[in-house]
C-alpha cells in the first residue's frame, strides 16, 4: 500500500511560480511510475505531468515548457514546479503512484492563480 500527501499549493498571482511536493511512504519499492493530475471546476481531472521509475516523463500539451516534474533524491518525493502560471492553471492538484496497475491518490492540494 501507498500513501501520499501533498503540499506547496496556495495563491499565486499570474506569471509567478509555485512548487508542488507529494512525499509517499508505504510500499515505495512497488512503484512504476508517480504523476500530477489535476481538476478544474466544472471539468474532470486530468493528468498534467507523470515519471516513471525510469525517469521518463509526460507531460499535457497545456503545460510544456512551463511544468516539471522530478523524483527526490530519496525517491520517496516527487516535485511539480509550475513557471509562468496563468488563470486557466486553476485547480486542485493530486498526485498519483501506479503500482502493477494499482493507482492511489492524494487529497490533493489547491493552487489559486489570480490577481
Known amino acids: 500500500q501507498v500513501q501520499l500527501v501533498e503540499s506547496g499549493g496556495g495563491l499565486v498571482q499570474p506569471g509567478g511560480s509555485l512548487r508542488l511536493s507529494c512525499a509517499a511512504s508505504g510500499s515505495i519499492f512497488k512503484i512504476n511510475a508517480m504523476g500530477w493530475y489535476r481538476q478544474a471546476p466544472g471539468k474532470q481531472r486530468e493528468l498534467v505531468a507523470a515519471i516513471t521509475s525510469g525517469g521518463s516523463t509526460n507531460y499535457a500539451d497545456s503545460v510544456k515548457g512551463r511544468f516539471t516534474i522530478a523524483r527526490g533524491n530519496a525517491k520517496d518525493t516527487v516535485y511539480l514546479q509550475m513557471n509562468s502560471l496563468r488563470p486557466e492553471d486553476t485547480a486542485v492538484y493530486y498526485c498519483?503512484?501506479?503500482?502493477?496497475?494499482?493507482?492511489?491518490w492524494g487529497k490533493g492540494t489547491l493552487v489559486t492563480v489570480s490577481s
Open positions: 498519483n503512484a501506479d503500482s502493477s496497475g494499482l493507482r492511489y
